[in-house]
């Protein structure tokens, strides 16, 4: 069994356990040894960071080949309509390709944890909240998708990674859980160069009047 840890990481701290600049890391909140961050976070934003001690899970939840979903409420500047949910899984066009999300959909203001700092409130402008689920890990991928369509970020949490969720863990604390550790992938068997597969019948033999070299098998 594997030790996969659930933090609910504030805004303002780094997805690692050491800074040369003396910002927050998670060794303020995170004492145990052994320990490394599956994936990441950015330092603006907030909610679920899983860690885990086993290299062969930490590579499944963060390579984006095995297409983990990860759940987002956002809050955005603007009004976000169903239209515009509909374009972010339809795709939009980033400065490194397109870019879709799984699910969208507009949401209620959620009952979170206050956020220190605070949004900047703006009298003029509306805000509202959308749910955005993606399998991709790009940098900074779910602000730039929503300022594709004019709609900037404001406030950014991961609820999910998977089946795994962050909603009932107290900001800044965290929750332990054990999980089968994954099998490490055999490596596939090479023939050696020059060597053929053996077959019931001896191989066959150059006629000399042809001067034209045998194919190998592959």
Same mark, same amino acid.
């Given at each position: ?35 490394? /961050? ?6 603006? !934003?907030?909610?679920?960071?899983? =860690? @885990?001690? $086993?290299?062969?899970?930490?590579? *499944? ?56 700092? /605070? ?6 402008? !509306?805000?509202?909240?959308?749910? =955005? @689920?993606? $399998?991709?890990?790009?940098?900074? *991928? ?64 150059? !006629? ?11």
């Amino acid at each position: 069994m594997s030790k996969l840890l659930l933090f609910n990481k504030p805004f303002h701290v780094l997805s690692q356990f050491t800074d040369s600049e003396a910002r927050k890391t998670l060794a303020e909140f995170i004492q145990i040894k052994g320990m490394y /961050p599956a994936g990441r976070l950015d330092y603006d !934003s907030e909610g679920l960071l899983l =860690l @885990t001690d $086993n290299g062969q899970l930490q590579a *499944q939840i963060s390579n984006p080949k095995y297409k983990l979903n990860k759940t987002y409420w956002v809050q955005v500047e603007g009004t976000a309509t169903e239209s515009q949910c509909l374009e972010l899984v339809a795709g939009v066009q980033l400065k490194d390709g397109p870019a879709s999300a799984v699910h969208c959909k507009l949401i209620d203001p959620p009952n979170l944890w206050p956020r220190f700092p /605070p949004i900047r409130e703006r009298q003029n402008v !509306s805000d509202s909240w959308i749910e =955005l @689920t993606i $399998n991709e890990g790009r940098n900074r *991928q779910v602000r730039r998708m929503t300022a594709a369509l004019g709609l900037p970020t404001l406030r950014l949490v991961r609820t999910a990674i998977g089946d795994w969720k962050v909603t009932d863990i107290v900001l800044g604390e965290y929750r332990i859980e054990s999980v089968d550790t994954p099998e490490p992938k055999k490596p596939r068997s090479k023939r050696p160069v020059g060597k053929k597969a053996v077959s019931g019948r001896p191989p066959a033999r150059r !006629s000399p009047a042809k001067k034209t070299p045998l194919k190998r098998s592959r």
